[in-house]
């Protein structure tokens, strides 16, 4: 039954209930976590043969010794399954170590305190001649580690709306158009982070046309982090987004990132950075004074055991057939407990590493912390919005990966005790405060 | 015969028959490189059984899944085994990815951009108050990577000479003390890069000392990228800096960094920074916007690898066996050519990477353009000082370790050859210009 149908004692009755059900879990003193988008360890296991069985030349496809310094594009075997991997020419990827991260970091280092043009275009120097800090267009909810680059340079960010179909062009574009300060946008284009869209063919289109209506050095920041991670059968395609910058000229606007990560080992993958070759060579210069070049030999092992995308595909099956019955029974757990009560919506994605919770507005933080104070960790209320502030306060972010299903199963049971009682609690307080105030009289 | 015992004929003829030997080189159409010091095949192949046969549990020692994200201090084992190669202290070390120097540059990006001690900070900050760049001492002859970093961040490099015992105290202390520009210190305290020596115990405790005489937020960058890397017998020892530096309480003036680069892998290996707790505290607070984490499985994989001190002194001993009758080689081949004709000084350096040659004054560009010419690369004159700009253009870094002996045979003649023809047509001239012009004349 619809939680606002009940009347107050009902909820008074309801209220004492789940509050001896969170006391008791409470006394359990349970560890859990459902914070971080991570793969479990029998994930990890799929890839064991990456150190096991790639032995042998240490000679990349050029002949160069992958055991020795240089080569910062990364070896041609890899910059060539990048490619295949994101839909971009083996000439627009650079292979980075680990963490596709570390490449979004140094791009923004670069652009924002050295100038991608050279001395003076920095966008932190053209900010600061109108006195004012460069911005950042953050569709929301979204990543919360790409907000935290921002917030770490001191970019602005600003929230639009992350629609069914993709972020809120109408809105972008009227930001964006005759507004130099806006150097970038974040996108997770494909089950994205946390709410799992895929962008429309029309949302890549108006993006890819955005850099036509940007000031200079503006940069699309596109992570297709979740490139492969599909959940179900058909999951929706996404449009090339290079091929729509290249129609229109603008390829100079795009970046693309993406990472084996949520493939071979979260913590030991190798990183691409797509973007076009006259992007790519000032990039490398500038990486070209910290480093002696990528990790090579992690490349060579990842194409000797992941191969071609044929055979991607048949490990990404491995990963789902692991992962997939985590994502049902947490979508099941939440229809069971809540599917009358009219107190959350949730996202059922085809595909990436999350669901996606509304809770009814001012509840989010609530909900975290009573499922905190009975020992299963959430993430952070607000860390999917910029400075960690959900306007409304109602997202919360559910990671099923990680945790082993029985844990998984004793997390979400905490989840939707806290979530209903955090919601009882708050329609109750409502009515009292109606009966307090005759009806007519100012606070 | 010393060159300057020859007369205008005999120099002629000695001239015309280096020209001729220069032609034939030149005819031959050799492509060698002396440029860099890279590791050769045959000491990377000690590292085989890095990735063949170190298999089994990917749990670190404190039960870390090392497949998955995070752990941005390292693994514990691999910070151990960094303590100990570096003196100092398990807490002490945070564990990094393929390349020190990344560690280097991300400190100074930090440093400078950003600020140790919060924003307002900044290197950048505190020398714009007093409308001046950033300011680093750069021991010369040094490490040319070194030096790209400061120019990269348009730090101003102030040249100090590096004597027999390590770099100029008198100099270092004079320009330090009361002068708050000066932000930093370039030191490769064992087997220095190029010119081979170790400091000595004096010098070691000065430096130590120095943060007591300079401005905010200073630190000696103490690159011992050379600890374990011994070409003799009983090399000198190198006074343990942070125990001085604690005796001083000037632990948080000093950064310690080193790697695996020159022992497995060159671009595949690990890499140490060393700083007392609370500064290592603040960069990992730093480095945490901009990473997953380090690749936790190439940390465990060198750990098992090289074990312990006595394991990784005898994978060195074969190193040693390696490159040792490379060096000789190449004393040998400046001996015979060069012994009599006192026109080039060079270094039987103990261990590390390099033979360091200083011809007359003025001649070191011109050996290696004759040498580019004849088909042998070397280090561009000037690499080895700030700006590439050596001011008495004579100090040329010769790499013995990558070439196969023959090809270091072949480049050797060359570069005497180039030598001497360079040496032989400078006082060819000189002894032209002095008969040209009548004594007493102004030009």
Chains 1, 2 share one sequence.
């Not at 409470?26 to 360890?41: N, Q, Y």
Request: negative net charge; proline residues 6%.
């Amino acid at each position: 039954m619809a939680l606002d149908q009940l009347s107050q004692p009902q909820l008074r009755e309801r209220e004492r209930e789940l509050s001896k059900r969170h006391d008791a879990l409470r006394k359990k003193g349970l560890a859990l976590d459902l914070t971080r988008g991570k793969p479990s360890s029998e994930q990890l296991d799929l890839s064991a043969e990456l150190d096991r069985a790639w032995g042998g030349s240490y000679l990349t496809a050029d002949g160069t010794d992958a055991r020795n310094y240089g080569g910062m594009l990364g070896i041609p075997e890899a910059r060539a399954f990048g490619a295949e991997l994101l839909g971009l020419r083996t000439e627009e990827i650079l292979v980075g170590d680990n963490s596709s991260l570390s490449l979004m970091y140094r791009y923004i280092a670069f652009a924002h305190q050295h100038g991608l043009a050279g001395s003076g275009t920095g966008w932190r120097d053209e900010a600061a001649e109108q006195g004012r800090p460069a911005q950042f267009l953050c569709p929301v909810p979204g990543y919360d580690r790409h907000f935290g680059i921002c917030e770490h340079f001191g970019i602005e960010m600003v929230n639009v709306a992350l629609e069914p179909e993709g972020p809120d062009m109408d809105a972008i574009e009227e930001r964006v158009a005759g507004n130099p300060l806006i150097k970038g946008i974040w996108c997770v284009p494909r089950h994205s982070n946390p709410t799992g869209q895929t962008y429309a063919d029309s949302v890549v289109e108006r993006l890819a046309a955005l850099p036509l209506l940007a000031g200079p050095n503006f940069r699309i920041f596109w992570d297709n982090a979740y490139a492969v991670h599909h959940l179900q059968d058909d999951p929706p395609e996404l449009r090339n987004i290079m091929e729509a910058c290249r129609e229109r000229g603008t390829e100079e606007g795009l970046l693309v990132f993406g990472s084996t990560s949520k493939i071979t080992y979260a913590g030991s993958g190798i990183s691409f950075l797509g973007a076009n070759p006259s992007n790519l060579a000032s990039f490398q210069r500038h990486l070209a004074a910290s480093t002696i070049g990528p990790d090579k030999i992690n490349q060579l092992r990842h194409v000797r055991f992941l191969r071609d995308m044929s055979q991607l595909k048949k490990h990404m099956a491995r990963h789902r057939a692991i992962i997939a019955p985590k994502f049902r029974r947490v979508l099941e757990m939440l229809e069971e407990a809540l599917r009358d009560e009219l107190i959350a919506t949730w996202t059922d994605p085809p595909g990436g590493y999350f669901i996606s919770v509304d809770t009814l507005p001012g509840l989010a933080s609530e909900v975290v912390r009573l499922a905190g104070e009975a020992g299963v960790k959430l993430t952070p209320a607000g860390a999917t919005f910029p400075y960690g502030r959900d306007p409304q306060d109602r997202n919360i972010r559910l990671a099923p990966t990680f945790p082993p299903m029985s844990e998984l199963e004793q997390a979400m049971q905490v989840f939707v005790v806290c979530l209903e009682l955090a919601s009882v609690r708050q329609r109750l307080g409502t009515m009292e405060r109606r009966d307090a105030k005759p009806s007519g009289e100012q606070a």
